[in-house]
């Protein structure tokens, strides 16, 4: 897989993460119980939060698929927890 390959997979699983929380919110609308979900979604989270700054590293500072990669990483985090946050 080439470095585009991977950059743009990555972009479609961290576009993808971003979207989580308002499925789950969705199922629980529904009264469905998903903290098993939700567990998973925190490890999936994380893991794609050390794929994309990996990818970050690799790219450098002067591709302009870094402030893609690092603008939708950080919208699934903010996603992510502002989700979490509403949990509490």
């Known amino acids: 897989m080439s470095m585009d390959d991977a950059t743009s997979q990555l972009l479609k699983e961290l576009s993808d993460a971003k979207s989580l929380p308002l ?9 469905e119980d998903v903290r098993v979900q939700i567990k998973e979604g925190d490890k999936k989270i994380d893991l794609l939060e050390k794929r994309a700054k990996e990818t970050i590293k690799k790219l450098g500072c002067v591709s302009p698929e870094t402030r893609t990669v690092y603008h939708h990483m950080a919208d699934m985090l903010i996603n992510w927890q502002t989700f979490k946050d509403s949990l509490e």
Request: glycine letters at 12%.
């Open 23 to 31: 499925r789950l919110k969705g199922r629980m609308d529904n009264s």
